[in-house]
């Protein structure tokens, strides 16, 4: 039995017959041109075939390409419609599981329920239950340790900067002292 030839294989091929130009092939596909030629060796050396003629400027389909052109585009369309299909089947079965809704729907209610749950808890910054809480205790225990520290932190800024002006004056009337 031989290598059946892989669906990308295929699709490239149609799009460089389409095309006949390697870089503008490989821009339709979104792939770089040296991995379409790959493909298209890959898929000559599976079939047996050579595919198209190829010179330094131009690439032209070979005989054996022009026929074997139809055929792979007639896999294309099936493999397509396969797909299409299996999206078709797949959703009315989404929709039965979930109680005849639409699953969308169901997920955006699942989140909102979700919210819902988190927005009645109180989170910390992290996101986490209880780190805001041992944040709060690691604070009370500096402000228990360190009271005066704590008392400036919270004075208004007025006060700080008279006090830090204050500082300032003291400083400089020591240094003057010294001189």
């Known amino acids: 039995m031989t290598d059946q030839p892989p669906l990308d294989g295929l699709t490239s091929f149609a799009a460089l017959a389409d095309q006949l130009h390697f870089t503008r092939a490989a821009a339709r596909l979104h792939v770089a041109q040296p991995a379409l030629t790959k493909r298209i060796q890959q898929l000559e050396r599976t079939l047996g075939v050579r595919l198209f003629v190829r010179t330094r400027r131009s690439v032209k389909l070979t005989s054996e390409g022009e026929v074997l052109l139809e055929k792979a585009r007639q896999v294309i369309r099936a493999a397509e419609e ?35 749950e988190l927005a009645g808890q109180e989170l910390g910054v992290g996101g986490r239950r209880g780190e805001q809480e041992q944040r709060n205790r690691t604070q009370a225990r500096a402000d228990q340790q360190q009271p005066t520290q704590t008392a400036r932190r919270q004075e208004p800024h007025a006060v700080k900067l008279q006090r830090y002006q204050s500082d300032c004056s003291v400083h400089s009337r020591d240094v003057s002292a010294l001189t």
């Open 82 to 116: 396969l797909a299409a299909t299996a999206r078709r089947e797949a959703r009315p079965r989404e929709t039965a599981r979930s109680g005849g809704r639409d699953p969308l729907l169901g997920g955006l209610e699942a989140l909102h329920e979700v919210g819902v």
